[in-house]
RNA sequence: GGCCCGUUCUUCUAGCGGUUCAGGAAGCCGGCCCCUCAAGCCGGUAACGCGGGUUCAAAUCCCGCACGGGUCACCA
């Protein structure tokens, strides 16, 4: 107990370096370079909503050549931070989002872990204390808690009863002397109101006459977000502050504390939110089930339900589309999903919508960032996405695809990937789809019939007279190129009277063991003509 | 409930008083192409929350209302 609150008096504590006003003069000669920050705390995993706030952050430093700083909010030292810390990092090294100072890395301003600057933030309570910017509250929270609701029976606005602040200086002594528990709280200046003028919702006021002093550390001498985070965003020169507008009523009680240390706020951009599409609500882990059935998110699970325990990841709940990691497990593309990000709740002009880092750097700018939220669109991230993929060079696409038929033990040379992956072309669309191509890399004895066009097939007549004629036909070829294929089945086709699709779909299904994917001549190239006759015996066989 | 923010097609958005009976993209529908799927091309679909002002003129400015959201912790 003493030793909890050996902080009791300010005057024992130890200095360490205090947040510094920057001078007027200096602010007025030269615009400072900026410099943005962003500050998860260690979750476990990286949120999509917050990699885009991250990513506005990282835009505007780039943007303006400014610096970009990766702070860890561990106040909550509960959890094992290193973990929690990996994905977070992984996510960000994955999109190409690079800091310039911060956790791993290091900077002029380090510490960049909040559970290290302990130092820092009791030095600042102590000189808020000093000029009585700040005051002691020996209030236990039992009392605090009777007031709320007080105030709340009576449909009163809960404002603190400064309690403490009416003992005498003899009663105030003894307190301290017995070692009493006490909170610090900001001393609100009750006359006053607070403007701010966010870059993007404009002038925004709020009256300080309302509002609770904010508690800046606790009885047990840790400290709170809202006050650790305003002493680093001033001890760090923070210029622009971007961040989600759920804290947007915060500003009120930062810019009073920017104030109080001294120091001039920075801008603040208070960016809408991530929500489901058709809803309003924030896109959140919490409620998957509502998630997957939005229509927009729907191809999003379910394709996670198709995929990942193929990979052995689990299933959309593990991963699921709020996490970046779903995509980079997917294989998306970074360029795809930044261009997604960049265009939730930001636009370049009325029609550019695809646009690689470069465009997005150059022209991100805080002024055209939308002010209502935005609904996170699996389809249009898909169609941003399959363009990215679709101008992807072939090598970088051969490199993509392989881990995924390592995976799942299809291994397959660059050579015949490079044969293979022109003809799938666009179809593919994230590299996990390479997995719907197994006629491609399964051998002839392991390759599946699908069972709906296995049904269909076995119903249409003359079914199995066909897949023999194909096979002689196929068996007297002189190769099996597409251009040699193609003219020979269709002669054929011609010659008994069958409509080219009576022939195909068979044919298609013998030799892919599906009636969907790459044009069928194609394909029989692809695979060759001994397997190509082995698979269609097979067929052959079973109908 | 107090305070704060928001509201243009199903979705992402353009629009900052006239050049817009509102433009682009995704989606959806139809067509072309075609051995299937995908892509591509062509066409179609569909919006200024409501009510008052201001003005010659309002999606754009002002005021109400409604609806949605956020926030009110010794959480982050």
Same mark, same amino acid.
């Given at each position: 107990?003493?030793?909890?609150?050996?902080?009791?008096?300010?005057?024992?504590?130890?200095?360490?370096?205090?947040?510094?006003?920057?001078?007027?003069?200096?602010?007025?000669?030269?615009?400072?370079?900026?410099?943005?920050?962003?500050?998860?705390?260690?979750?476990?995993?990286?949120?999509?909503?917050?990699?885009?706030?991250?990513?506005?952050?990282?835009?505007?430093?780039?943007?303006?050549?400014?610096?970009?700083?990766?702070?860890?909010?561990?106040?909550?030292?509960?959890?094992?931070?290193?973990?929690?810390?990996?994905?977070?990092?992984?996510?960000?090294?994955?999109?190409?989002?690079?800091?310039?100072?911060?956790?791993?890395?290091?900077?002029?301003?380090?510490?960049?872990?909040?559970?290290?600057?302990?130092?820092?933030?009791?030095?600042?309570?102590?000189?808020?204390?000093?000029?009585?910017?700040?005051?002691?509250?020996?209030?236990?929270?039992?009392?605090?808690?009777?007031?709320?609701?007080?105030?709340? +029976? $009576?449909?009163?606005?809960?404002?603190? *009863? /400064?309690?403490?602040?009416? %003992? #005498?200086?003899?009663?105030?002594?003894? @307190?301290?002397?017995?070692?009493?528990?006490?909170?610090?709280?900001?001393?609100?200046?009750?006359?006053?109101?607070?403007?701010?003028?966010?870059?993007?919702?404009?002038?925004?006021?709020?009256?300080?006459?309302?509002?609770?002093?904010?508690?800046?550390?606790?009885?047990?001498?840790?400290?709170?977000?809202?006050?650790?985070?305003?002493?680093?965003? +001033? $001890?760090?020169?923070?210029?622009?502050? *971007? /961040?989600?507008?759920?804290? %947007? #009523?915060?500003?009120?009680?930062?810019? @009073?504390?920017?104030?109080?240390?001294?120091?001039?706020?920075?801008?603040?951009?208070?960016?809408?939110?991530?929500?489901?599409?058709?809803?309003?609500?924030?896109?959140?882990?919490?409620?998957?089930?509502?998630?997957?059935?939005?229509?927009?998110?729907?191809?999003?699970?379910?394709?996670?339900?198709?995929v990942f325990p193929k990979l052995g990841l689990g299933d959309?709940?593990?991963?699921?589309?709020?996490?970046?990691?779903?995509?980079?497990?997917?294989?998306?593309?970074?360029?795809?999903?930044?261009?997604?990000?960049?265009?939730?709740?930001?636009?370049?002009?009325?029609?550019?919508?695809?646009?690689?880092?470069?465009?997005?750097?150059?022209?991100?700018?805080?002024?055209?960032?939308?002010?209502?939220?935005?609904?996170?669109?699996?389809?249009?991230?898909?169609?941003?996405?399959?363009?990215?993929?679709?101008?992807?060079?072939?090598?970088?696409?051969?490199?993509?695809?392989?881990?995924?038929?390592?995976?799942?033990?299809?291994?397959?040379?660059?050579?015949?990937?490079?044969?293979?992956?022109?003809?799938?072309?666009?179809?593919?669309?994230?590299?996990?789809?390479?997995?719907?191509?197994?006629?491609?890399?399964?051998?002839?004895?392991?390759?599946?019939?699908?069972?709906?066009?296995?049904?269909?097939?076995?119903?249409?007549?003359?079914?199995?007279?066909?897949?023999?004629?194909?096979?002689?036909?196929?068996?007297?070829?002189?190769?099996?190129?597409?251009?040699?294929?193609?003219?020979?089945?269709?002669?054929?086709?011609?010659?008994?009277?069958?409509k080219m699709g009576q022939v195909v779909a068979p044919l298609?299904?013998?030799?892919?063991?599906?009636?969907?994917?790459?044009?069928?001549?194609?394909?029989?190239?692809?695979?060759?003509?001994?397997?190509?006759?082995?698979?269609?015996?097979?067929?052959?066989?079973?109908?």
């Amino acid at each position: 107990m003493r030793e909890l609150h050996r902080w009791a008096n300010p005057t024992t504590w130890p200095t360490a370096p205090i947040p510094t006003a920057r001078t007027e003069t200096a602010r007025m000669t030269s615009p400072r370079p900026v410099r943005t920050r962003f500050a998860p705390s260690p979750t476990g995993y990286m949120h999509i909503g917050g990699m885009r706030t991250a990513f506005f952050c990282w835009l505007w430093a780039r943007h303006t050549g400014g610096t970009f700083i990766l702070r860890i909010d561990d106040t909550d030292q509960e959890r094992n931070v290193s973990e929690a810390l990996q994905p977070i990092f992984r996510a960000f090294r994955w999109l190409g989002l690079d800091w310039d100072e911060g956790a791993e890395k290091g900077g002029p301003y380090a510490p960049y872990y909040q559970s290290q600057r302990s130092d820092i933030y009791r030095a600042a309570i102590k000189k808020l204390l000093i000029e009585g910017q700040a005051f002691k509250d020996f209030d236990p929270p039992e009392v605090v808690q009777q007031d709320r609701a007080e105030a709340e +029976a $009576a449909k009163r606005n809960y404002v603190n *009863i /400064r309690r403490s602040l009416e %003992l #005498t200086p003899e009663k105030f002594a003894e @307190l301290e002397a017995a070692g009493t528990p006490f909170v610090v709280r900001l001393l609100v200046p009750r006359d006053q109101s607070v403007t701010i003028h966010d870059a993007v919702r404009g002038e925004v006021t709020w009256d300080c006459g309302t509002m609770p002093d904010p508690v800046l550390m606790r009885s047990n001498g840790s400290f709170l977000y809202n006050f650790a985070s305003v002493v680093d965003d +001033a $001890a760090m020169e923070i210029t622009h502050i *971007i /961040r989600a507008e759920e804290h %947007l #009523t915060n500003t009120c009680v930062q810019t @009073l504390l920017f104030r109080a240390l001294g120091s001039e706020p920075p801008v603040f951009a208070h960016i809408p939110f991530i929500t489901a599409p058709g809803s309003t609500k924030k896109l959140s882990k919490r409620d998957l089930d509502k998630l997957r059935n939005t229509p927009a998110l729907k191809k999003l699970f379910d394709r996670a339900d198709e995929v990942f325990p193929k990979l052995g990841l689990g299933d959309s709940k593990s991963l699921s589309p709020v996490m970046v990691e779903y995509y980079e497990k997917m294989g998306y593309l970074p360029v795809g999903i930044l261009n997604a990000l960049a265009r939730l709740g930001w636009s370049l002009d009325d029609k550019t919508e695809i646009m690689d880092l470069e465009t997005i750097v150059k022209h991100f700018t805080l002024d055209r960032i939308v002010k209502s939220s935005a609904g996170f669109d699996g389809d249009k991230l898909q169609s941003l996405q399959a363009h990215w993929m679709n101008v992807l060079p072939l090598p970088e696409k051969i490199a993509g695809v392989k881990p995924y038929l390592e995976q799942v033990g299809w291994p397959a040379d660059d050579t015949h990937l490079a044969k293979i992956l022109p003809g799938i072309a666009d179809r593919l669309k994230v590299f996990s789809d390479i997995l719907d191509y197994a006629e491609f890399f399964v051998s002839d004895d392991a390759l599946a019939f699908d069972a709906k066009a296995l049904e269909k097939i076995r119903t249409q007549p003359q079914a199995r007279e066909i897949v023999a004629s194909l096979k002689k036909l196929l068996t007297e070829a002189p190769d099996v190129e597409a251009a040699t294929i193609d003219p020979l089945v269709h002669q054929w086709a011609e010659s008994q009277g069958l409509k080219m699709g009576q022939v195909v779909a068979p044919l298609r299904l013998g030799v892919t063991g599906r009636s969907v994917g790459i044009g069928l001549f194609d394909a029989i190239a692809l695979i060759g003509k001994d397997s190509c006759l082995h698979r269609l015996t097979r067929l052959e066989q079973t109908l």
